[in-house]
């Protein structure tokens, strides 16, 4: 059995609803129609069983047997951004794909656990391979940040200018990563970016 967002649930998310707390945020953007609830607990490091009754009882989510032969035009479009990099061409990102792909495969090997230090090294690698003089400058704060307050800040208008730099699908990869490596009392912004790039209603 797998767990997809209801309509209730994605408007609530879109709205930013005060009903939900910062776990059951994140609980509802991995609630792709791919995760089950212990692929979920898994991805989560802990037990879920309260929250995740609490969301299907309040109509947030439902269970649902897989199907994994029907696959809907835009459900193929979230897979193959979440999954896949499309090719950038941009004189400033000629070389971040295939970058991008090698510095995700060293942080799978060296990372572990969450961390507001691992997320600001990986963050300061990305905008490395950019190259530009907007993504030094970003740098520059991140390195400069007086408290953990201030480095998430920088942290988020990052990402926010590697996904303009580069395009929705390579900056969701890039998202996606500081979710996994981020300290989960700073996850909400994340999941609530990657729940607007998926959603195609990002704005830069």
């Known amino acids: 059995m797998t767990l997809v967002k209801t ?32 692929s979920i607990e898994h991805l989560m490091h802990r037990d879920l069983g309260d929250e995740l009754e609490h969301l299907i009882r309040s109509g947030y989510l439902e269970e649902r047997l897989e199907v994994s032969q029907v696959e809907s035009p835009s459900h193929k479009k979230n897979r193959t951004a979440f999954f896949s990099l499309a090719p950038v061409v941009n004189t400033h990102t000629g070389n971040f794909t295939s970058s ?33 003089f907007e993504a030094s400058a ?24 590697i996904i303009q730099m580069v395009g929705p699908a390579n900056g969701l990869k890039v998202v996606n990563k500081v979710r996994e490596i981020l300290p989960e009392v700073h996850l909400t912004p994340f999941c609530e970016l ?6 195609d209603q990002y704005e830069a």
């Open 100 to 132: 991008l792909q090698r510095s995700e495969r060293d942080n799978q090997q060296q990372t572990s656990g969450r961390s507001l230090i691992g997320t600001k090294s990986y963050v300061l690698d990305m905008l490395q391979l950019l190259n530009n």
């Open 194 to 199: 990657a729940l607007e790039i998926e959603s």
């Open 7 to 38: 309509e209730l649930g994605r408007q609530a998310l879109l709205c930013r609803n005060s009903n939900l707390t910062p776990r059951e945020r994140q609980i509802m953007i991995l609630a792709n129609g791919e995760q089950s609830r212990i």
């Open 138 to 161: 970003m740098a520059v704060s991140i390195r400069s940040s007086a408290s953990d307050v201030e480095l998430i800040r920088n942290v988020t208008a990052s990402v926010h200018l």
